[in-house]
């Protein structure tokens, strides 16, 4: 029986990314290449002073990228600090220095790392006007600049690669906020709360109080999956049966969290005027997706150990509501998206088994990663495998007509290095440094040993990919992690974007150059599996040896 759901549950998510692929693709294309403004959208043009027919160059747009996100980091730092004069407070007081700085990066920077319990320390003003807000922006941030990446390569003897306020507006005017609604009412109707009732307090079964919390979670919940942003309102985040009531709300968050960024190989395709192209960058996602939710399965299918051979398999942390399959698939989802949101304890999982996830983030969430950042990272993969297909046969690499010489292939290779040295360097700082290392030992890692090391290079891989999810074994909110964890959320946040749209620049520039005989296809099989191989192998040669101290030891014991 439970067999036939998980085939059941797989054919329905296939199925329903299948259905939403073209239709969103196009919609997002129609977005990002329209002429005419809305009137709502005309009015915010001319309160901020910006003309919508102009584009910018890409230190233009990218300053703009800056500019709104240390304005988003501000604002929510100050919203949090003045907590308690704020309406809806719920008597909680102003939320401390260190962890209001860590909040503000991770949700400006669509991470939201939590190192905190939400609902017993953050009222309904900092939910809604700080957190959610930010889950609308960064999100299209994210959109705007793998947007910006395809007019590079869409674009002929261009200075330009489009315009962000045009592109931010439109991505949360006619994307997020449309859709977000429409899904907060279906979760609405499947049991998920939405109102400000605060803390109801309940005798239970045996005598006791209980304090029940309120909120409005729907409202949050949609965007949080659809942005693939991953916050949760409450402490257990989407194991929490107001946040995730059923098996059906269960699959539907999940949908979300892939609804976006496997659509968006469809919006590239027709931006550059070739499907096949989008349909190829597809296949490389949903492989690698395939494989490493499979693997995941397997591993805590047949967990070991007397307790998991026992029980049919390790269910420890996770939900009898959902069991191993709809666990797995939950967290694969969650760590290839970006989105950092858990349905089940990943620091329950098997040695092995909590490996996965891990890897998940490190092959950079490009399978299909977050919105728009998953796209703009598998662009960017794409870019190494055509530059190394054209060492092996000795022509000067070309993909979709642009040339790729110098320039773009440092830009490229910089973004590739950029990630894992904020995750090595960090996780190697916290137990190097003698005052750290003993602060990280005594308070925050709770399972010593190989699996504390694991906790902390988790830690790290999930800030500095913009995850937000954590092996829950640890405790953050300290001065060294709070600090270190929002410094790599930052760098690995807004380095990368630095680089994509530096290439984006160079690539708009060039004019395209004819295909000839000698032009590496870059839309059929042969290429999918080099660039799987290449997103595979970068990332094993990039973290295998740390991997071998932490998760591989601990499974190979």
Do not use: C
């Not at 747009?61 to 919203?79: C, E, F, H, P």
């Not at 690995?492 to 160079?506: E, H, N």
């Amino acid at each position: 029986m439970d067999t036939f759901f998980a085939i059941l549950q797989v054919s329905s998510l296939v199925l329903l990314l299948v259905l939403i692929y073209r239709p969103l693709g196009d919609y997002m294309a129609l977005i990002y290449t329209g002429k005419r403004d809305l009137r709502v959208e005309r009015g915010f043009y001319r309160l901020i002073g910006v003309d919508s027919q102009s584009e910018q160059t890409w230190r233009a747009y990218l300053r703009s990228v800056l500019a709104i996100s240390l304005v988003g980091v501000l604002l929510l730092y100050a919203i949090q600090r003045l907590q308690a004069v704020l309406p809806y407070a719920l008597g909680f007081p102003a939320i401390p220095e260190g962890l209001s700085f860590n909040t503000a990066i991770s949700f400006v920077t669509n991470t939201n790392w939590q190192s905190y319990s939400p609902d017993v320390t953050m009222g309904y003003a900092v939910q809604l006007g700080g957190l959610a807000v930010q889950n609308f922006v960064s999100a299209a941030v994210g959109i705007a600049v793998a947007v910006a990446l395809v007019r590079g390569f869409a674009y002929r003897r261009s200075g330009t690669i489009g315009n962000f306020w045009v592109d931010l507006t439109r991505g949360i005017l006619r994307l997020l906020l449309p859709f977000a609604i429409l899904v907060a009412i279906v979760l609405i109707a499947g049991g998920v709360i939405q109102n400000f009732n605060g803390f109801t307090d309940v005798t239970t079964l045996t005598g006791g109080t209980q304090s029940i919390p309120g909120g409005p979670v729907a409202s949050q919940e949609a965007i949080k999956m659809f942005g693939t942003n991953g916050g949760g309102f409450f402490n257990a985040n989407s194991s929490h049966p107001f946040e995730n009531p059923t098996a059906w709300t269960n699959l539907l968050q999940i949908v979300l969290m892939l609804a976006i960024p496997f659509s968006l190989p469809r919006t590239f395709g027709r931006m550059v005027g070739d499907n096949k192209q989008g349909y190829a960058i597809l296949g490389v996602m949903a492989t690698i997706f395939l494989v490493s939710f499979t693997s995941l399965t397997l591993l805590e299918s047949s967990g070991a150990g007397s307790a998991a051979q026992a029980a049919g398999s390790a269910m420890e942390g996770k939900e009898d509501r959902f069991g191993i399959f709809g666990s797995t698939l939950f967290a694969s989802t969650s760590t290839l998206t970006s989105t950092g949101a858990i349905n089940s304890t990943h620091d329950s999982f098997t040695a092995l088994g909590g490996m996965m996830p891990m890897l998940n983030m490190m092959l950079g969430e490009v399978a299909p990663g977050g919105v728009g950042s998953g796209l703009y990272g598998m662009l960017i993969l794409a870019v190494i495998a055509v530059f190394i297909a054209g060492l092996l046969v000795g022509r000067t690499p070309e993909y979709l007509g642009k040339k790729l010489g110098p320039r773009e292939i440092k830009l490229a290779s910089l973004y590739i290095l950029v990630t894992p040295t904020i995750v090595l360097l960090g996780t190697a700082a916290s137990f190097a440094i003698p005052g750290i290392r003993d602060d990280v030992t005594t308070t925050s890692i709770w399972n010593p040993g190989v699996h504390g090391l694991s906790e902390v290079l988790y830690a790290f891989t999930s800030a500095a990919n913009n995850n937000g999810s954590a092996f829950a074994g640890i405790t953050a909110n300290t001065p060294w992690l709070n600090t270190a964890l929002g410094v790599a959320m930052l760098l690995g946040r807004f380095l990368p974007i630095v680089l994509v749209l530096a290439l984006a620049g160079s690539l708009a520039a060039q004019d395209k150059v004819p295909a000839t005989a000698g032009t590496l296809p870059t839309h059929r099989p042969q290429f999918v599996g080099l660039l799987v191989g290449v997103t595979v192998i970068i990332t094993a040669l990039t973290y295998f040896p740390v991997i071998t101290l932490g998760p591989l030891a601990e499974g190979l014991q």
